[in-house]
């Protein structure tokens, strides 16, 4: 069963959103419920499920709102009114963010010992 949250709740915690503008092709219930289950199911991005909308759509907003505080504020108050125990104190770092020294990456060593540390 899917982690989702109702109207009911999001109306609690809709102040902490920001109002939506103009015409969009996600409202923010939709998104929340993306978002979590995105984090229940450990997916990637592409892998969510189409009910919730386009997988770009979501990410290009989880990125803006990350940048904003917003997401922050959204799981704190999701914690706060007691909707979702998941502690959002975990962060994840992938290939995506964070680069390999090439010796971890596998590559070619030219002059014998070149690892990190390695005088």
Known sequence: MDMKITELQYKIIEPHLPKQRGNVEIDNLTFVNALLYIIENGCKWKAVQKEYGNWHTIYIRFNRWSKNGVIERLFTAL???NIIEICTEII????????????????????GKQSIGVA
């Open 79 to 81: 914690q706060e009114e």
């Open 92 to 111: 994840h770092i992938d290939s995506t963010t964070v680069k390999v020294h090439p010796d971890g990456a596998g590559a070619r060593k030219v002059n």
